[in-house]
């Protein structure tokens, strides 16, 4: 009994040191890649949307308006855009007829 | 001509949009081929297109991680994508990027800091280089005595055989890579490479890349598959930073992408008919080109510099697609001549 107990408080603590560390890591993360590109100035760029229409002027909003949701969509376009043509290429690359699932690892 | 410029509605300028598909390419075929993001590349030649240096990073980032996940694809089907390796890698890579981070602002307090960041970065593309460079004529020199080790042939420099020696558990097996080793040894050369790059405020694949190969023990081709796979990973998580910062131009990313698209296929395809030393060798010089640029640079020829980087992307890259293209010209001569043999025999 005790010892179930003893470990369940482990457990606990654990899970909680767990938490904790992926806490710091998402505060921390932003830091982190920032740190990897150059060092950045203040800066408040307002996109100038009145000879824009559409979509294209659904972004520039977007962009002025709320910053959050503009760096999701960033993220999730390239992402799609990338697997998209990923996807288009590896259709297009079949259809050379090379073999493309295979390759012998020779160094010298 | 007016259809060759394009409006980019968020950095507000008009830029020359071939220029950016050719970019676009040249540094998806040599991201392809060496595994790396190419920033360096990236960076100086959207500024010259136009770009406010501003933009050019953020954009240059998001360009990336689509780019890197193009090549991860067509690299993962070739089995060149050690995944539990590169996410091992990802950690100690982080960490290390906030450490070196710190270490350049304690170096900010104590003044001069960009001078020594540049020369530190110097100091490590001439080591680079030379291990690069040396391991080649250490391996030719063993060929040319008939000395042939491992089922993988001659290599120069086996430094990864010696840390593979570090048994301090947990040993873990490496399926795609084809070795065991203690997972501290990827952890901390991640973390070596992370603390530089974060220390250097760079990407970091032009560190990794040969750090998988001659401390780690990847072989050339899986260095450059799981380098691609964990350059995905940051650069799409930069992608997010710098698009909240509002340092990001989406028509820019998406345009350059359909460019690096296609030179990502011929870079990696490239890959399988180019010996593991020859990868090494054209990666060796792309980096003397980038320690010169840096050089060049630090003495104010900020032109010859620029024009030095574009000058080795376009080389380079008509250099990987000759080798793609006679390739695979080669074989589907060789798969045409077996067809017609096995047709003769029915």
Same mark, same amino acid.
């Given at each position: 009994?005790?010892?179930?107990?003893?470990?369940?408080?482990?457990?606990?603590?654990?899970?909680?040191?767990?938490?904790?560390?992926?806490?710091?890591?998402?505060?921390?993360?932003?830091?982190?890649?920032?740190?990897?590109?150059?060092?950045?100035?203040?800066?408040?760029?307002?996109?100038?949307?009145?000879?824009?229409?559409?979509?294209?002027?659904?972004?520039?909003?977007?962009?002025?308006?709320?910053?959050?949701?503009?760096?999701?969509?960033?993220?999730?376009?390239?992402?799609?855009?990338?697997?998209?043509?990923?996807?288009?290429?590896?259709?297009?690359?079949?259809?050379?007829?090379?073999?493309?699932?295979?390759?012998?690892?020779?160094?010298? | 001509?007016?259809?060759?410029?394009?409006?980019?509605?968020?950095?507000?300028? *008009?830029?020359?949009?071939?220029?950016?598909?050719?970019?676009?390419?040249?540094?998806?075929?040599?991201?392809?081929?060496?595994?790396?993001?190419?920033?360096?590349?990236?960076?100086?030649?959207?500024?010259?297109?136009?770009?406010?240096?501003?933009?050019?990073?953020?954009? #240059?980032?998001?360009?990336?991680?689509?780019?890197?996940?193009?090549?991860?694809?067509?690299?993962?089907?070739?089995?060149?994508?050690?995944?539990?390796?590169?996410?091992?890698?990802?950690?100690?890579?982080?960490?290390?990027?906030?450490?070196?981070?710190?270490?350049?602002?304690?170096?900010?307090?104590?003044?001069?800091?960009?001078?020594?960041?540049?020369?530190?970065?110097?100091?490590?593309?001439?080591?680079?280089?030379?291990?690069?460079?040396? #391991?080649?004529?250490?391996?030719?020199?063993?060929?040319?005595?008939?000395?042939?080790?491992?089922?993988?042939?001659?290599?120069?420099?086996?430094?990864?055989?010696?840390?593979?020696?570090?048994?301090?558990?947990?040993?873990?097996?490496?399926?795609?890579?084809?070795?065991?080793?203690?997972?501290?040894?990827?952890?901390?050369?991640?973390?070596? *490479?992370?603390?530089?790059?974060?220390?250097?405020?760079?990407?970091?694949?032009?560190?990794?890349?040969?750090?998988?190969?001659?401390?780690?023990?990847?072989?050339?081709?899986?260095?450059?598959?799981?380098?691609?796979?964990?350059?995905?990973?940051?650069?799409?998580?930069?992608?997010? *930073?710098?698009?909240?910062?509002?340092?990001?131009?989406?028509?820019?990313?998406?345009?350059?992408?359909?460019?690096?698209?296609?030179?990502?296929?011929?870079?990696?395809?490239?890959?399988?008919?180019?010996?593991?030393?020859?990868?090494?060798?054209?990666?060796?010089?792309?980096?003397?080109?980038?320690?010169?640029?840096?050089?060049?640079?630090?003495?104010?020829?900020?032109?010859?510099?620029?024009?030095?980087?574009?000058?080795?992307?376009?080389?380079?890259? *008509?250099?990987?697609?000759?080798?793609?293209?006679?390739?695979?010209?080669?074989?589907?001569?060789?798969?045409?001549?077996?067809?017609?043999?096995?047709?003769?025999?029915?």
């Amino acid at each position: 009994m005790l010892r179930a107990k003893r470990m369940g408080s482990l457990g606990r603590r654990a899970l909680q040191a767990l938490g904790a560390w992926c806490v710091s890591l998402w505060l921390l993360a932003p830091d982190w890649v920032w740190a990897a590109g150059e060092k950045a100035t203040n800066l408040v760029v307002v996109a100038d949307t009145r000879r824009l229409t559409g979509i294209m002027k659904y972004f520039a909003n977007l962009y002025n308006t709320n910053t959050l949701l503009f760096a999701i969509w960033a993220v999730v376009l390239t992402a799609v855009y990338g697997a998209i043509l990923g996807f288009l290429m590896d259709f297009l690359m079949a259809r050379t007829g090379l073999d493309l699932k295979s390759r012998k690892i020779v160094e010298h | 001509m007016d259809w060759l410029y394009l409006y980019m509605p968020i950095a507000g300028v *008009t830029i020359f949009w071939p220029g950016l598909v050719l970019i676009g390419f040249s540094v998806g075929v040599l991201g392809g081929f060496f595994g790396m993001g190419g920033a360096w590349m990236v960076t100086p030649g959207l500024n010259i297109l136009g770009f406010p240096m501003a933009f050019a990073i953020g954009t #240059d980032m998001a360009h990336i991680a689509g780019k890197s996940m193009i090549s991860t694809m067509r690299h993962s089907k070739f089995g060149n994508v050690d995944y539990k390796l590169g996410f091992i890698m990802v950690l100690g890579t982080f960490i290390g990027i906030e450490v070196g981070a710190q270490l350049v602002m304690y170096l900010e307090r104590l003044g001069k800091v960009e001078s020594i960041v540049r020369w530190v970065y110097v100091g490590f593309l001439a080591l680079i280089g030379w291990m690069i460079f040396y #391991d080649y004529y250490k391996a030719t020199r063993k060929k040319k005595m008939g000395l042939v080790e491992g089922e993988k042939g001659t290599e120069g420099i086996t430094w990864y055989k010696t840390l593979h020696k570090i048994k301090i558990p947990p040993m873990v097996h490496f399926n795609t890579a084809g070795f065991t080793c203690s997972m501290w040894l990827p952890i901390g050369v991640s973390f070596m *490479t992370g603390l530089l790059a974060g220390f250097l405020g760079i990407g970091g694949g032009l560190l990794r890349m040969p750090a998988l190969v001659y401390l780690i023990g990847c072989p050339t081709h899986i260095a450059v598959g799981t380098d691609l796979f964990e350059v995905m990973i940051s650069g799409l998580y930069g992608a997010f *930073t710098y698009s909240l910062k509002g340092r990001i131009e989406l028509v820019g990313v998406f345009v350059m992408l359909t460019g690096a698209a296609i030179g990502a296929q011929i870079g990696t395809v490239a890959t399988k008919y180019a010996k593991g030393y020859g990868i090494r060798l054209a990666f060796g010089t792309c980096v003397v080109a980038c320690m010169v640029s840096i050089v060049l640079k630090e003495f104010s020829f900020t032109a010859l510099s620029a024009g030095l980087i574009l000058g080795t992307i376009g080389l380079m890259s *008509t250099y990987i697609t000759v080798i793609m293209l006679k390739g695979a010209a080669y074989e589907l001569r060789e798969k045409k001549a077996r067809e017609k043999a096995v047709a003769r025999a029915a």
